[in-house]
Nanobody
Framework: QVQLVESGGGLVQAGGSLRLSCAAS??????MAWYRQAPGKQRELVAS???????NYADSVKGRFTISRDSTKSTIYLQMNSLKPEDTAVYYC????????WGQGTQVTVSS
């Protein structure tokens, strides 16, 4: 089992930046990811990072968001720049260990 704890969400104006963190309760040596879910919409993949550091992004965030992973491999980050109102959502950390584990989510609200 693993516990995931997100932090760093908040309210920001359009064009601003936020940095999300996700701390895992133990070292994770598989792909970790950020998802988001806006009201009335399905949860969607935002970005993922492999054990080796390869990254993947949703088209809607390419060039604005950066996912990274610390050397201990137990924390991942999501640097979000040039935020838009449509980025407003609850952001979740995810890891698949034969079963999907999710954090509790952190709210990101971007005002226009």
């Amino acid at each position: 089992q693993v516990q995931l704890v997100e932090s760093g969400g908040g309210l920001v104006q359009a064009g601003g930046s936020l940095r999300l963190s996700c701390a895992a309760s133990r070292i994770i040596l598989v792909t970790m990811a950020w998802y988001r879910q806006a009201p009335g919409k399905q949860r969607e993949l935002v970005a993922s990072i492999t054990r080796g550091g390869s990254t993947n992004y949703a088209d809607s965030v390419k060039g604005r968001f950066t996912i990274s992973r610390d050397s201990t491999k137990s924390t991942i980050y999501l640097q979000m720049n040039s935020l838009k109102p449509e980025d407003t959502a609850v952001y979740y950390c995810n890891v698949q260990l034969g079963y999907p584990y999710w954090g509790q989510g952190t709210q990101v609200t971007v005002s226009s």
